[in-house]
RNA sequence: GCGCCUAUAGCUCAAUGGAUAGAGUAAUAGUCUUCGGAACUAUUGAUGAGGGUUCGAUUCCCCCUAGGCGCACCA
């Protein structure tokens, strides 16, 4: 990259100094606070000229250098050099985590469109991904679920078998309004009987384990058309159910040494000894909780894929219990010492309402994503057989953007109505970008080449050129930050560069076509590759 | 009560201690027989309050106010 070896360079000329980008492009490409002019610097290929002011040496890129840049992208060049940043790097990304039995919504889909988009990252810049995700599929939730199921079937004289045929939507959709029904209920009058029906699940009762076995199917099935809409492929998916045995063992091994006994029986970790708090591992009436759990599933992960960092993409209200179960990890094994991060995910809040899956009262994906498609559709001028394909992937674009344009930690005010942008900071205005420079493309394809060489540009051409080797920066910068948005950020600003550009000056019949079609490809390309990245597609025509 | 996080334009978001705090949206005014108007141009508009550190603070520290989230047998 460019950045490294201007900062090389400066290294040998023995300059110290943060290396950025000047908040205005008119103070250069690079500027580093020296405090006095340079003096008696070295040969370099790649700086034009050197001007000091205002405590700023600005430094400006040759034009030579600025083209092959361009060109590197154009060919994918810069691809390899990428993939030096991380190499051999083991990075598990585990994300979504949506519990069985449940319906899925808006927050589920922001720690899923993250995930992705960080363990594409990774790859990018040459680390592997292992892309992990740990489901809830026994304990409480379930239990009031299945109550809320029998008693749902039993009102309306119907079996699971009547279900059978119907779409994984209508069945998820049931699910979640049996687990909203179990939910009151147990509210109600029916704790005990929904406690025995939990009992029973960990006892794998055959009684239950049949209406079990199949809503459990439900919600996976219904999970995996989620997962692939939003193109992502688990290379694992962990269930609770079948690391609740590891982690008991492991914390009884350890009581005495890491666990004691505190009140009432249970197993406890004493995380006040570090600053932290105290939390219950196995709890008094022998049952193993997400704590103890998620000591199973360390090791169980571990064995899957010998990471060096495994990132939890988890909501930000999990902060305490991940600070202490974090620790209690690196104190049964070194191990994993420095290689758990929790990304605390930023809650999703409703400007209108408040959500609750307890009560049923939610905004669930699919309705996000169908009124989305139904704002796409006028719009579209495609063949009508492409219509559909094209609406799905702008419809993905649209709510993908929407939630990487903005930092993942950060918490987030969702307004439906004003959720999906079309036009200004979106996905549809990146992938309008890209198909008008596809059409750009094709039409000058027509004429002959000129041979034109890629010299004097003029001030919106050199404007282009000085955004295209940031590329690479950027997406270095959000992998490190664990921040998509700095690459979204990026993409916007950029786009808003080309079209700006595309309203100045013409390329297609101009003396200067074959230099501006030039600039139009590498726009596509970087449009192209930097939404593959996020996790988002392009269309040619739309 | 203790702890963590947040507060920037009417709204949604930016800004590794540095140059004139940037975008989108909304509003207003334009571009318009178009190389794709899902676009472009222009105008209006902001750092919650008070201290401190610093040559320099949206950024770091203290305090206050407002909001969110946690804090032992749920996940």
């Known amino acids: 990259m460019i950045k490294s070896d201007l900062l090389k360079w400066l290294q040998e000329n023995k300059i110290e100094g943060k290396i950025e980008h000047p908040s205005v492009s008119k103070f250069g ?55 030096e940043e991380n190499i051999g790097k083991k990075m598990m990304v585990e994300f979504a985590h949506p519990n069985t039995h449940k319906e899925l919504h808006i927050g589920h889909m922001r720690t899923l469109i993250t995930g992705e988009a960080l363990a594409r ?71 005990d009987e929904i406690d025995k029906i939990n009992h029973n699940l960990y006892a794998k009762d055959p009684d239950i384990m049949d209406i079990y076995k199949i809503t459990r199917k439900w919600s996976l099935d219904y999970y995996n058309d989620f997962y692939a809409r939003f193109y992502t492929t688990y290379d694992k998916l962990f269930f609770e159910s079948e690391i609740t045995e590891d982690g008991k063992k ?98 999703v809040t409703f400007a209108d309402r408040k959500m609750s899956s307890r009560t049923g009262d939610i905004v669930t994906v699919d309705s996000i994503l169908d009124e989305t498609t139904k704002a796409i559709l006028p719009l579209l001028k495609n063949e009508e057989m492409d219509k559909k394909y094209t609406a799905e992937v702008i419809t993905i674009g649209a709510v993908k953007f929407s939630v990487l344009k903005s930092d993942p930690t950060q918490n987030t005010i969702f307004d439906v109505k004003k959720s999906v942008d079309l036009n200004g900071n979106s996905g549809p205005y990146l992938q309008y970008t890209y198909a008008r420079c596809q059409s750009v493309i094709e039409k000058s394809q027509k004429l002959e080449t000129r041979n034109e060489k890629l ?24 992998a490190e930050r664990y921040n998509p948005a700095i690459l979204a950020e990026y993409l916007l600003n950029f786009s808003r560069k080309y079209n700006e550009f595309y309203g100045k000056c013409r390329i297609i019949g101009e003396p200067e076509e074959e230099r501006r079609v030039f600039l139009t490809q590498v726009t596509a390309k970087i449009l192209k590759d930097g939404l593959n990245i996020l996790g988002i597609k392009t269309v040619e025509k739309m």
Not at 29 to 44: F, H, I, M, Q
Not at 316 to 324: L, R
Not at 463 to 476: A, C, H, N
Request: glycine share 8%; with cysteine; proline share 2%.
């Open 29 to 83: 490409d690079y500027a580093v606070r020296t405090g006095k002019p340079l003096e008696n610097l070295s040969e370099n290929s790649i700086v034009e000229k050197i001007e000091f002011m205002a405590g700023f040496s600005n430094i400006w890129l040759k034009e030579k250098v600025l083209v092959d840049q361009a060109k590197n992208i154009l060919s994918s060049k810069y691809n390899e050099e990428l993939k």
């Open 121 to 191: 990252l990774f790859e990018t810049t040459g680390a592997t991904a292992f892309r992990a995700n740990y489901q809830g599929d026994i304990g409480p939730h379930v239990a009031k679920a299945i109550w809320g199921v029998q008693k749902m079937l039993k009102q309306e004289n119907q079996t699971l078998t009547d279900w059978e045929t119907k779409a994984n939507s209508e069945k998820a959709h049931f699910l979640g309004k049996a687990y909203a029904l179990g939910c009151a209920d147990y509210d109600a009058d029916n704790k």
């Open 250 to 347: 492991i914390v009884e091994a350890n009581i005495g040494k890491l666990f004691e006994k505190g009140d009432e029986g249970a197993i406890i970790f004493d995380g006040e000894k570090y600053g932290l708090h105290k939390r219950v591992f196995i709890t008094g009436a022998g049952t193993v909780t997400y704590e103890g759990k998620e000591m199973g599933l360390a090791y169980v992960q571990k064995a899957q894929f010998e990471y060096d960092k495994n990132i939890h993409v988890v909501g930000n209200e999990q902060s305490g219990y991940f600070k202490v179960v974090l620790k209690a990890m690196s104190l049964l094994d070194p191990w994993f010492e420095g290689r758990q991060y929790h990304l605390p995910m930023g809650m």
């Open 455 to 478: 010299e004097m540009w003029n001030e919106e051409e050199l404007g282009l050129l000085r955004y295209f080797y940031q590329f690479s920066e950027k997406i270095v910068e959000a």
